[in-house]
């Protein structure tokens, strides 16, 4: 089955500063890279998503980058700020497959003002 | 809309004991899935259900039991409760792929979780 990895756990920057989290995959049939943010005591909220057939998607302040040869996905926070503080996930998914998603192990951001 | 509510948010339960945690939806989504989710884990899929009626296996379904009885409910079930299930627990739910155009995977909606522990 997929195999999702997720790098660095924990990611401590200035506010102001960029954060970049990586994750790997292993099934090249996957196709929909979703990123998740979950705050404290809350569910994961999608905060952005990325398909196979696109490089690179951008969303104001976050952007997600696909390399498929390389099997590898990564989401850029740029300008960070005290409200971005929380647990990223990561996932991977094969379309049709009942939408399942493999999570990675999830990030935790901790932006200090 | 509420979008995805689940009941209850905490419980604590003995060892060998049952219960149902709820999950409800208000987006006449046609997928549903139950996640736990364990510290440095990530969620991990128990069961999920592409339609009413219908139920499949995910990633670690020992010891649960589903049921999707109507479009908007999903049931999971703990049917003798062990340590081991301490966790907390969520609920998402998604369209159907085939109902996007360009028939493509949908976002997946979550819940804000049941945490549950067994003594």
């Known amino acids: 089955g997929e195999n999702v990895e997720q790098h660095p756990s924990t990611l401590s920057v200035q506010e102001g500063d960029s954060a970049v989290i990586k994750c790997t995959y292993s099934?090249?049939?996957?196709?929909?890279f979703p990123w998740y943010k979950q705050e404290l005591g809350k569910g994961p909220q999608l905060i952005i998503d990325i398909r196979s057939n696109v490089g690179e998607k951008k969303d104001q302040r976050i952007a997600v980058t696909l390399n498929k040869t390389a099997k590898h996905f990564s989401l850029h926070i740029t300008e960070t700020q005290p409200e971005d503080s929380a647990v990223y996930f990561c996932?991977?998914?094969?379309?049709?497959?009942?939408?399942?998603?493999?999570f990675g192990g999830g990030t935790r951001v901790l932006v200090k003002p | 809309n509420a979008g995805v509510t689940q009941t209850p948010k905490f419980r604590v339960l003995k060892t060998g004991q049952s219960m149902t945690l709820l999950c409800a939806q208000d987006m006449n989504h046609e997928y549903m899935y139950w996640y736990r989710q364990d510290p440095g884990m990530g969620l991990r899929l128990i069961h999920y259900s592409v339609g009413e009626g219908t139920t499949a296996k995910g990633e670690v379904p020992d010891g649960y039991n589903v049921s999707r009885l109507k479009k908007q409910n999903f049931l999971l079930g703990l049917e003798s409760a062990a340590p081991s299930q301490t966790s907390v627990y969520f609920c998402a739910s998604s369209y159907s792929w085939l109902t996007a155009k360009g028939n493509s995977n949908q976002p997946q909606h979550f819940g804000d979780g049941t945490r549950l522990s067994i003594l």
């Open positions: 099934d090249s049939a996957s196709n929909y």
């Open positions: 996932a991977a998914s094969i379309v049709a497959a009942g939408n399942k998603l493999t």
